[in-house]
């Protein structure tokens, strides 16, 4: 047997370990007790990893051989191919034509790599990440106030405050282990929790108060706090005195945005009718987050994408951190604004410097004398003061022509970047598009002229740096894919290829990562935070061994072996020594609702999908939570535009269109809809919003503002709607409305039109399959149709059409493909649309971790008498497991119980 193995998740930025461990036939995937991220917790998406890469072993999911121009070649000729069009580029156009478009989600020696190559070698500035969509706000927020980069808390602090405020973060669904701490924190000792978001969302489930604040009004929250701070003596003058500067400037431009609450609450939109809720007015709720603030000298204030998507995100940032600064309570313990990062290796990019306005090891591009060090340090000739183009204006210059080549890694940016329609363009026009992914079809690499397959997360070997600035292991545990190799090694290979072989000596990872750590301690006479010098001349064992520890770890300052903060003692990474407090003004976001677009979108994620889905949507267990991208919206809304529960609806922006599944929920407030982020053009016909979004960004950051789009909303008129499920992918591009999931024996595809269609081509007999037949049920009068394909006794196919949308359980038509032989009475019970179990019809998943969907629930609360979530946990296991569905378990009690048996 071979031995486990210790790694860490590769979605969000909590970085929990986790032991894999070989079984008979693959892998389980357990959270590890000894890692002080999860300290053994595990969610719904790190559960179902192991689901993911098996998915992707048993289907044509993964991109397995290099490509050039759409012929598979080997790697030598795809290296050279590479390098060499890169050289032609850059001998017509020059270095600056050249660009990298990273990731997050790449591993810490990957993306030190990539930036050493462009900046230091090529002699291009432009490098940018898919991190300006995601924390950039956060870095020029952090910079401005502390002088450095730096998360100053740590996880253990949520476990210890009195009061957590979640602004501007879905906690619960987002980073669902920290959640599960703070919840159990909050039963052991009754931590007040504060949610502030336009939306009651799974993280309400454990919040003491909602303030559901009109949508980029945070600035006038905070200045309307930090106004009232100052005038009722809340602040702690005495710190303010030692170790912060422009405390009098950031008051008064506070007081003048917000004098009063009154006037806080009318900016914020706390002065309606729907801001109220069993707990008070909006105002009243105000009152009481503004004395719960004052009142508890252990705050943590977490934030993330509410706050940092918007064009006014760097605001929002000093508006929170001035807050803390100004009560003195910044790195102390349960006591610190607290940044939670989204993706595995957020805080690495950061640290290697992938941002276009950093350099390495926390060191700035502008400056001269950060760019002569660095470019002693990588004996580069071409490393030259200035930053390159941010995400946004990057792809502009590529539509303009400026750019000519841009080598895409680890992100999809035809769907997360704003306004995709425009990045299409730019994308199609570019001479030269690489693209590295470990699957094989994104919507980007439909750009590609040469893609190149990256090792996955199983087959990897590196480091990630979490949001508590720990950085961890993550280890191989499988033989790589097919022919797909580590991204460093793409890199490397290229980069020898190109002529820089001494600099890009590489034999794994490690000596990347000493190189690296010896960056970092580089003449860094201690201004420099990041400062991971004990590791600049690790051993290959040493490396391999490496258990988490925190940053920072040099000479100086051994990290110690629990938690660790920054900033507790009041001095800062500035030259003074102080932080600096940031006089701000709230200012609306850039565009404005308008006759023809009256209502706001907001968007973001699900519980159980990551991102553009290339992973997470291969896995049935994961699909089954919100198989289709729904249109959140309230039922006045859904009534004046005509919209009604499980139809569909249209969405318009300025820039674009999508198609959505409307729910209809009191969670959305009137004139605000919520989408997810994740649908494109290979999971669905019209169900991405990237394509709705426009590019407006932060002035500061250059972060797009995702949250806040100007739409319309109409409904759909289906003329039918159907189900089809089948073992091949299907080409439905001919069809106004089609969402793909995976089910647990077949894709499943929801579909609809709007005009007649020949429903049986959608189940195509093969041309050389003898053995193939149809089966059908048709019922013209009723508009219902229902077909199976069978090979033999197999079942290969079925389409389910009527006016609305067909009834049926869809785990059970698809569990059928899985079985040898479909028996008559299935046949039957197909063709009659019957399925056995009525409860199974259209039911919808709440734990993913023991299958657990509504029906169930429900049933135990009508049949067995269930009254609370501890109750469903016993009767049905659902909740016990990672706990990411408890949110939603009690929703459908709420829903389900008369109100007095609360
Ligand atoms: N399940 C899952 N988890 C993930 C990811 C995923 O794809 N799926 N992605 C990871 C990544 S990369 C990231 S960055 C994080 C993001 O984590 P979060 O930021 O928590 O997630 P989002 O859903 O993008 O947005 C958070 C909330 O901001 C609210 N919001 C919108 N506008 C405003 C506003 O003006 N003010 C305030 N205060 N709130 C507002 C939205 O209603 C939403 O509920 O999640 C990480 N974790
Ligand atoms: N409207 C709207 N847009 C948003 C957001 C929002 O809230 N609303 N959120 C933004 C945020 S915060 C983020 S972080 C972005 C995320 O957006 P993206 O980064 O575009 O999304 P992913 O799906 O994570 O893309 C990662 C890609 O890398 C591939 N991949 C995975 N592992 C590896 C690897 O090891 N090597 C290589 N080479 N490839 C790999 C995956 O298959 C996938 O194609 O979206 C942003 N866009
Ligand atoms: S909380 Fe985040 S890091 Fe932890 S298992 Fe879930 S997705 Fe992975
Ligand atoms: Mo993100």
Not at 657 to 673: E, N, Y
Not at 817 to 845: K, Q, S, W, Y
Request: hydrophobic share 35%; with cysteine; net charge neutral.
């Amino acid at each position: 047997m071979r031995d486990e193995v210790k790694t860490t998740c590769p979605y969000c930025g909590v970085g929990c370990g986790l032991i894999i461990s070989p079984t008979r036939d693959g892998f389980a995937v357990g959270g590890d007790p000894d890692h002080p991220a999860n300290l053994g917790r595990i969610c719904s998406k790190g559960a179902a990893l192991i689901d993911t890469i098996t998915a992707e072993t048993k289907r044509d999911f993964r991109l397995l051989e290099p490509e050039v121009d759409g012929q598979q070649v080997n790697w030598s000729t795809a290296i050279a191919e590479t390098a060499n069009r890169l050289r032609d580029t850059i001998a017509k156009h020059g270095p600056k034509s050249v660009a990298f478009y990273v990731s997050g989600q790449l591993l810490t020696e990957d993306y030190y790599v990539a930036n050493k190559l462009i900046k230091g070698f090529i002699g291009s500035p432009h490098i940018d990440t898919n991190s300006r969509l995601c924390m950039a706000s956060t870095v020029v927020g952090h910079k401005r106030a502390f002088g450095a980069d730096v998360v100053p808390g740590c996880y253990e602090d949520l476990e210890i405050a009195d009061l957590v405020i979640l602004t501007g973060s879905n906690l619960a669904w987002c980073h669902p282990v920290l959640n599960q701490r703070l919840r159990a924190a909050k039963e052991k000792r009754g931590t007040k929790i504060v949610v502030i978001d336009p939306r009651r969302t799974a993280s309400c489930d454990i919040a003491d108060l909602h303030l559901a604040i009109k949508p980029g009004s945070d600035v006038a929250l905070f200045n309307g706090l930090l106004a009232w701070l100052d005038q009722n003596g809340n602040t702690d003058l005495r710190y303010v005195a030692r170790h912060v500067s422009g405390y009098e400037h950031a008051v008064a431009e506070a007081r003048a945005d917000c004098p009063d609450i009154e006037i806080t609450a009318q900016k914020c939109g706390l002065d309606t009718q729907e801001s109220a809720d069993e707990l008070g007015s909006g105002l009243e709720k105000l009152e009481t987050f503004f004395s719960w603030f004052a009142a508890f000298d252990r705050t943590v204030t977490v934030f993330s994408q509410g706050v940092n998507q918007s064009s006014s995100g760097s605001d929002k940032v000093n508006s929170i951190l001035n807050c803390h600064l100004a009560t003195g309570r910044v790195g102390k313990p349960g006591s610190s604004p607290f940044s939670v990062t989204g993706q595995p290796n957020a805080m690495g990019g950061r640290e290697v410097g992938g941002l276009a306005n950093q350099l390495a090891a926390h060191m700035n591009p502008n400056d001269p004398i950060d760019v002569d060090r660095v470019r002693r340090f990588w004996k580069s000739d071409v490393l030259e003061p200035g930053e390159g183009y941010k995400a946004v204006d990057m792809f502009r210059a590529i539509e303009s022509g400026e750019i000519k080549a841009v080598w895409i890694m680890a992100t999809n940016p035809a769907v997360s970047l704003p306004d995709t329609g425009r990045v299409r363009l730019a994308l199609s026009r570019c001479p030269l598009v690489i693209a590295s992914d470990v699957v094989n079809d994104t919507d980007t690499l439909r750009y590609a002229h040469i893609k190149l397959p990256a090792s996955g997360w199983a087959e990897k070997s590196g480091t990630v740096t979490n949001s508590e600035r720990r950085i961890s292991r993550q280890r191989p545990f499988r033989e790589a894919q097919g022919n797909a190799k580590p991204d460093w090694w793409i890199m490397t290979e290229v980069a020898r290829s190109m002529g820089y072989a001494k600099a890009f000596k590489y034999k794994g990872p490690s000596d990347i990562f000493a190189e690296h750590a010896a960056l970092s301690e580089f003449e860094n006479d201690g201004m420099r935070a990041f400062d991971i010098g004990i590791w600049h001349k690790p051993k290959k064992s040493a490396y391999d061994a490496m258990e988490p520890f925190q940053w920072p770890a040099s000479r100086k300052h051994q990290p110690a072996s629990g938690s660790e903060r920054l900033y507790g003692n009041g001095i800062f990474t500035t030259s003074s020594g102080r932080a600096k407090m940031i006089g701000v003004e709230h200012i609306p976001p850039q565009s404005q609702l308008s006759k023809d677009f009256p209502l706001i979108a907001n968007s973001g994620r699900y519980r159980d999908q990551w991102h553009t889905m290339t992973r997470t949507g291969t896995a049935a267990r994961l699909s089954a939570h919100r198989p289709e991208p729904l249109l959140e919206v309230n039922p006045k809304d859904a009534g004046h535009y005509g919209l009604t529960d499980g139809s569909i609806a249209r969405i318009n922006s300025k820039h674009g269109t999508s198609l959505m599944r409307v729910l209809v929920t009191d969670a959305q407030l009137p004139g605000q809809v919520f989408v997810p982020m994740h649908w494109n053009d290979v999971f669905s016909g019209a169900g991405g919003i990237g394509r709705l979004m426009p590019p407006n960004v932060d002035p500061h950051s250059g972060q797009p503002e995702s949250k806040y789009v100007p739409v319309s909303i109409e409904p759909f008129v289906t003329r039918w709607q159907g189900l089809l499920f089948s073992n091949t992918p299907v080409d439905l591009s001919h069809l106004p409305y089609w969402v793909s999931a995976t089910g647990p024996g077949s894709m499943i595809y929801e579909i609809a039109g709007d005009e007649a269609c020949m429903f049986k081509s959608l189940l195509p007999i093969a041309a050389n399959a003898d053995d193939q037949h149809i089966i059908e049920y048709n019922d013209t009068k009723k508009g219902v149709h229902r077909y199976a394909r069978l090979n033999g006794g197999r079942i290969s196919g079925a389409l389910f059409i009527s006016p609305d949308r067909p009834a049926l359980g869809r785990d059970w038509v698809s569990n059928l493909f899985t079985t040898e032989t479909v028996a008559t009475a299935e046949r039957n019970a197909l063709l009659a649309g019957r399925m056995p179990d009525a409860g199974a019809i259209n039911d919808r998943l709440i734990c993913s971790c023991f299958s657990v969907g509504l029906a169930s629930i429900s049933k135990a609360i009508t049949e067995q008498n269930a009254v609370s979530a501890s109750d469903i946990g016993r009767l049905l296991q659902a909740g016990t497991g990672c706990g990411s569905c408890l949110p939603e378990i009690k929703e459908i009690l709420d829903d389900a119980l008369p109100r007095a048996a609360e």
